[in-house]
Each structure stands twice: as structure tokens, then as C-alpha cells.
């Protein structure tokens, strides 16, 4: 599976957009690129998703990068709740079994 | 629907000792998976399943085993278990569907091996 590289932590304001980067530039073709996050004490929970195109959910937005090599999620307004490990994920569609490799992930503070 | 959930919360052990971590799953889920976290580390997977009755080694199998005899239910067993076991334990479901890629999480076993 290929790698994601993320900065180890960012530190955002309440109620203003934070974007977090995420660099895979070894990632073929097959690789959706993944977005879970873990909240203090608690399992992972899975975020966003996707391949070519930007996406959109109400948690947040996935920008990807037109050589697909680095992809941004954005918060469009973070809360406190939204402190967490953020961790970006590259799984092969044709993965057999759906395995997701975890990294160290990026852990966000938020001030209020 | 109760999700993922992971018996027990919280378990110490003296070295050497077994148990049996259960995980459940209400969400007729075919693929099931059982992860370690260690602190200030990210997630590894240690077994999985793709359906009733299959198992599958992951990352750091050693040390482990699972069953899946129903497929609500996922065991990972520590026969003999060991101080570099100690670690947060999380389980893990997803449908398996064309269109469904989202694993869903379980709260979390937390085992101390003394």
C-alpha cells in the first residue's frame, strides 16, 4: 500500500476553516484516498472518501490535487468537538479484504 | 442499532494468562477486523475476516488468534499473553458492499499485561 505523509499537528481557532494536508505521491491509479479521524478515548470514525474529484459531506471537504498527489481535508468551521488525530488513508480498491493501514496522523487542537 | 461493540472496556492480566476479546456487530456486516494501539501510535491491524467462517492475518498477527464461527461475531484470543501485548484494542465492521468502503469502530478494549 502506498504512503501518506502529514504534518504530526496543526492549531486551529474555533470557528475558522483548518486545512489539512496530506502528501501520497507514490499512489496509483486504484487508491482512494481515505479521511478517518479518532477523537480522545475513543475508535476512529470515518470522515470523507474519494478518488479524482473533490467531495463533500457534512462532516467536511476532500480536495485532491489534479496529479492526485496530495490531497486537503477542509473543516470549514472547526469546533472544539473537531480536536482530534486526523488520519489520511490510502486503500487499493482491489485490496482484498479492505484493509486500512493507519499512520501517525495528524493531531489537531482547536482554541477557543 | 447498538454499532460495534467490544467486551470488556478494561482488562488487566499477569503475564502469561489468556482471555478472549469479543467483538459484535449488529450491522449484518460482512468484514470484520481487530486492531492494536499503542501510545502516540496509529492503528495496526493484527487479524481479519471477510466473512463467516474466514479469517486473515494482518499486520502483527503473532501472538494472536480469531474466530468468526457467526458472522455478527468477531474473537480475538491471547493464549498466553505477554507485557508487549499491552495495548488499546479496537474492533472494526464494514458491509463489503460495491459502493460501502466505511469501516465502522468499536469503543475500544483496554488490556494491561503485567
Known amino acids: 500500500d502506498a504512503k501518506t505523509t502529514q504534518p504530526n499537528s496543526m492549531e486551529s481557532n474555533e470557528e475558522e476553516p483548518v486545512h489539512l494536508p496530506c502528501n501520497h505521491s507514490?499512489?496509483?491509479?486504484?487508491?482512494?484516498i481515505h479521511w478517518y479521524r479518532q477523537l480522545p478515548s475513543q475508535g476512529p470514525e470515518y470522515v470523507i472518501h474519494g478518488l479524482t474529484s473533490n467531495v463533500n459531506n457534512r462532516m467536511a471537504s476532500l480536495a485532491i490535487a489534479e496529479d492526485r498527489k496530495s490531497s486537503t481535508l477542509i473543516l470549514h468551521r472547526a469546533t472544539l468537538r473537531d480536536a482530534a488525530v486526523y488520519y489520511c488513508i490510502l486503500r487499493d480498491h482491489y485490496n482484498q479484504g479492505g484493509k486500512l493501514i493507519f499512520g501517525q496522523g495528524t493531531e489537531l487542537s482547536v482554541k477557543p | 442499532n447498538a454499532g460495534v461493540t467490544q467486551t470488556p472496556k478494561f482488562r488487566v492480566l499477569k503475564t502469561g494468562q489468556s482471555m478472549t476479546l469479543l467483538c459484535a456487530q449488529d450491522m449484518n456486516h460482512e468484514y470484520m477486523y481487530w486492531y492494536r494501539q499503542d501510545p502516540g501510535m496509529g492503528l495496526r491491524l493484527i487479524h481479519y475476516?471477510?466473512?463467516?467462517?474466514?479469517?486473515a492475518k494482518g499486520e502483527v498477527p503473532d501472538g494472536y488468534n480469531v474466530s468468526r464461527l457467526k458472522k455478527q461475531n468477531f474473537l480475538l484470543g491471547l493464549e498466553s499473553a505477554a507485557p508487549s501485548q499491552t495495548s488499546v484494542y479496537f474492533c472494526a465492521s464494514r458491509s463489503g458492499g460495491a459502493n460501502e468502503d466505511t469501516q465502522y469502530f468499536g469503543p475500544g478494549t483496554r488490556l494491561t499485561v503485567l
Open positions: 507514490t499512489i496509483s491509479g486504484t487508491d482512494y
Open positions: 475476516s471477510v466473512g463467516e467462517g474466514t479469517t
